[in-house]
DNA sequence: TTGTACGCGTTATCAA
DNA sequence: TTGATAACGCGTACAA
């Protein structure tokens, strides 16, 4: 309907008198090409305003200089950071990035990952938990260069990126005991909050039990508002915990229903928030966090990937240590 | 290199004993098909792991089902938010996402446009205060069906939709006043802010100097931490004014420097985000805002371009009214 | 209902 | 240094 008005590579060298063979040398600057043609074949590109189409190029060379994307939809600042990371290295290297997106369903992950297959990119970086080794696999099979984030999985052409939180949860959990914490440490629990947030959860039961603590876990929703008005009845006839929650957000709600139910934090209250963002330094009180520079962990897994794609990847597994950030919602011990 | 391991079409009609036409019947659910070839054939399909080639079938058909989308890199949240929006209904509509990523740079948007053209996408959303009309005009003049997210301009195949910032700031400026309103207006200018703070600037100024009431204008970094230094140091001699600021982060940061320096809010000072997310709603005190729900904006601007594909679209241009959110960081009057 | 043959816009391999 | 010409993987009139 609309291919009336693309110029094609044919059409320039009409105009400029030359096989379409000798404008291609010219657009890849392939050199064999006299300057004088090479002159006119630009001034022809110029003046038609040729664009060469990437389709087509892409369907030549096997080689569409695209990169998918799978990442979760939920507005997360961490996501974007990732995704900015990626994106920023891509386009230092020329790539252009493909975009899947995921709600919380196996289902649509997984005609994601069918859709990525079909769009014949270069490669895939995946980061979504809805997604198991058997998916990822799915992928490869495909022979598409992938790298996993926060998913222990690595292959012929599949590298991942690891976060460490749990160990450094439990070292965390531990060094509070031993410097003589004594709020009762409690989970809170997000449905549906990923393998992430069930490996903390893990890390912090197994510490527990190993220590012989007694701990405590809670349920809370992922939702600011819903997560704020919960916590402001559970505040009335809760006090003297210590908190650990998975994200800036779901932190900031129970600091602000802790807040304003008057508890006095970190002295009646102390609040953990493992996955932190910039957000913890702006909430008040700022909070204690682990952190992990996510622009950075898309950075390395873009890397990572264009070394895949030409198998120049040695260490296919990377991981990430958070560094712990103590700032107003804990006790300095 | 690794093209030995796709397999195509050619090779499922060959192993279904049937022509490649039939195949790519089957594919497209065409009909005139018999349902014993059909399911042979699908059958050798899911056997063969056979998945079609967008590339091709784009090439094919002169669709690519891709849509370009040009934002800045920026970790704001109501970019991530935008392209959430969009993202869902491309989702649904069955098209692609292309990222195209930019910095403050001219030049580099000029660089995404060209890249946009060539990369073949069915049509693009472009949101990037780097980009005049004379440029987005450029990406038209190839046929490429455009929306522009905050720029007015409407064209052939382009639509746009637009912001009114400025009308409500102007409207809320004279309700202050004629409320009683008598703390010194003062607007925080960001260095590089783009074209909506730009607006609103203007109409600040205009307003104003209409009503002839004094003002005044400020000059902040857009880092939070420079931010918070620069008006800790501020607040130290200067008081009961009236700060209007372009975004959450940066009015929290002036929050913060006022409570941390003892100043109450809204007491001795009011502090007003012009462009508001969740975050306003979790900062404390509670930041009165201007808001939009940059995902519906997405929405719209993603059925608009639709719309615009299919020679469909009547209204190329549509207006977002910002709705005022009065929350604690401003005197209710 | 099925198959043949051509076109989509490039790149790349040969000859010339 | 150039120019035919065959791929690349698929859709689609047209013919059978």
């Given at each position: 309907m609309n291919t009336k008005d693309r110029v094609t590579i044919y059409q320039v060298a009409q105009a400029a008198g030359v096989s379409l063979a000798t404008v291609s040398r010219v657009i890849n600057k392939q050199g064999n090409v006299t300057d004088a043609t090479r002159i006119k074949v630009e001034e022809t590109i110029k003046r038609l305003g040729y664009k060469p189409s990437g389709l087509a190029q892409a369907l030549a060379t096997n080689k569409s200089t695209?990169?998918?994307?799978?990442?979760?939809?939920?507005?997360?600042?961490?996501?974007?950071?990732?995704?900015?990371?990626?994106?920023?290295?891509?386009?230092?290297?020329?790539?252009?990035?493909?975009?899947?997106?995921?709600?919380?369903?196996?289902?649509?992950?997984?005609?994601?990952?069918?859709?990525?297959?079909?769009?014949?990119?270069?490669?895939?970086?995946?980061?979504?938990?809805?997604?198991?080794?058997?998916?990822?696999?799915?992928?490869?099979?495909?022979?598409?260069?992938?790298?996993?984030v926060n998913s222990k999985l690595v292959g012929e052409k599949v590298g991942c990126v690891l976060f460490n939180y749990a160990d450094v949860l439990s070292k965390y959990i531990e060094s509070y005991y031993e410097k003589g914490g004594d709020k009762m440490m409690t989970f809170v629990h997000v449905h549906d909050g990923g393998r992430l947030l069930n490996r903390n959860e893990k890390a912090f039961l197994?510490?527990?039990?190993?220590?012989?603590?007694?701990?405590?876990?809670l349920n809370c929703d992922d939702s600011y508002t819903r997560t704020y008005n919960d916590f402001c009845q559970y505040f009335k006839n809760h006090?003297?915990?210590?908190?650990?929650?998975?994200?800036?957000?779901?932190?900031?709600?129970?600091?602000?229903?802790?807040?304003?139910?008057?508890?006095?934090?970190?002295?009646?209250?102390?609040?953990?928030?493992?996955?932190?963002?910039?957000?913890?330094?702006?909430?008040?009180?700022?909070?204690?966090?682990?952190?992990?520079?996510?622009?950075?962990?898309?950075?390395?897994?873009?890397?990572?990937?264009?070394?895949?794609?030409?198998?120049?990847l040695v260490e296919k597994s990377y991981k990430f240590q958070p560094t712990l950030i103590e700032r107003n919602s804990t006790i300095k011990r």
């Amino acid at each position: 309907m609309n291919t009336k008005d693309r110029v094609t590579i044919y059409q320039v060298a009409q105009a400029a008198g030359v096989s379409l063979a000798t404008v291609s040398r010219v657009i890849n600057k392939q050199g064999n090409v006299t300057d004088a043609t090479r002159i006119k074949v630009e001034e022809t590109i110029k003046r038609l305003g040729y664009k060469p189409s990437g389709l087509a190029q892409a369907l030549a060379t096997n080689k569409s200089t695209n990169i998918g994307v799978v990442i979760p939809s939920a507005n997360y600042v961490y996501i974007s950071n990732l995704l900015n990371g990626i994106s920023e290295v891509a386009k230092k290297k020329g790539f252009i990035l493909s975009l899947f997106t995921t709600s919380h369903s196996h289902e649509e992950a997984l005609s994601m990952i069918e859709k990525v297959i079909t769009s014949h990119v270069d490669g895939a970086i995946i980061f979504d938990d809805e997604l198991d080794s058997e998916d990822v696999m799915k992928i490869n099979s495909y022979s598409v260069p992938t790298v996993v984030v926060n998913s222990k999985l690595v292959g012929e052409k599949v590298g991942c990126v690891l976060f460490n939180y749990a160990d450094v949860l439990s070292k965390y959990i531990e060094s509070y005991y031993e410097k003589g914490g004594d709020k009762m440490m409690t989970f809170v629990h997000v449905h549906d909050g990923g393998r992430l947030l069930n490996r903390n959860e893990k890390a912090f039961l197994e510490t527990h039990e190993r220590l012989g603590k007694p701990f405590n876990v809670l349920n809370c929703d992922d939702s600011y508002t819903r997560t704020y008005n919960d916590f402001c009845q559970y505040f009335k006839n809760h006090k003297g915990e210590f908190l650990i929650v998975y994200r800036d957000s779901i932190a900031a709600a129970i600091e602000n229903a802790a807040t304003d139910t008057g508890l006095r934090i970190p002295e009646d209250l102390e609040v953990l928030s493992l996955v932190g963002t910039k957000y913890a330094n702006i909430v008040r009180p700022t909070l204690t966090s682990l952190h992990i520079n996510m622009e950075e962990v898309g950075q390395r897994a873009m890397y990572m990937l264009i070394d895949l794609i030409n198998n120049e990847l040695v260490e296919k597994s990377y991981k990430f240590q958070p560094t712990l950030i103590e700032r107003n919602s804990t006790i300095k011990r």
